[in-house]
């Protein structure tokens, strides 16, 4: 009698190890369905999506840059005054190199330097140095540097030949701070 209880507590035992077994590959299965579900409604199993548009609008842009030849202008040596958390003075020498498509980009900068140069104090002057110490914070410099400085250019353009937002990229030559 004690050998025909045991029998039945064995094969419960065995029973509720299945039963747990086969939720466990059930919502196993639900989970990988859901992310392929998730990751085929963003696009990255659609071929055309991933291969075609994306490395097609990347050529496009490549050949487009390679097409058009590559213009720098320079601003050299900026003293600019800017201040820490905590209000303490410091001092900035800045130096850029604007990259662009217009052939007459120099003529350009040259032409309205007194304005760049007023617009990048402003930009500098509304940061503390630990902000502009920061990667993120010489990356958000460069983007609203670019915008200011194509704006300026923009107003001063008359000819149609001349392109519009003709800087398209700002690299830092000198970035001191102390």
């Known amino acids: 009698m004690a050998d025909e209880a045991e029998a039945p507590a064995e094969k419960k035992g065995g029973n509720g190890m299945m039963v747990v077994l086969i939720v466990l590959i059930v919502v196993l299965l639900a989970a ?13 199993f659609d071929p055309e999506s991933k291969d075609g548009a994306k490395v097609e609008q990347q050529q496009e842009t490549e050949d487009a840059e390679k097409g058009a030849q590559k213009f720098n202008a320079k601003i050299e040596s900026l003293v600019l005054n800017i201040t820490d958390a905590k209000g303490r003075a410091k001092l900035m020498k800045l130096s850029f190199s604007m990259k662009s498509i217009e052939p007459t980009i120099e003529a350009m900068v040259e032409a309205n ?5 007023d617009a990048v104090i402003r930009q500098v002057s509304a940061r503390s ?9 010489k990356a958000m410099l460069k983007e609203e540097m670019i915008e200011e ?5 923009n107003d001063s353009i008359n000819e149609e030949e001349v392109k519009k937002d ?9 970035f001191v701070i102390k």
């Open 113 to 117: 330097k007194p304005e760049i140069i």
């Open 166 to 174: 003709c800087v398209k990229d700002l690299f830092f030559t000198s």
């Open 129 to 137: 140095s630990e902000e502009l110490l920061t990667v993120g914070g």
């Open 149 to 153: 400085i194509n704006n300026i250019l």
């Open 32 to 44: 990988v369905g859901g992310i392929g579900y998730f990751l085929y409604s963003k696009g990255m």
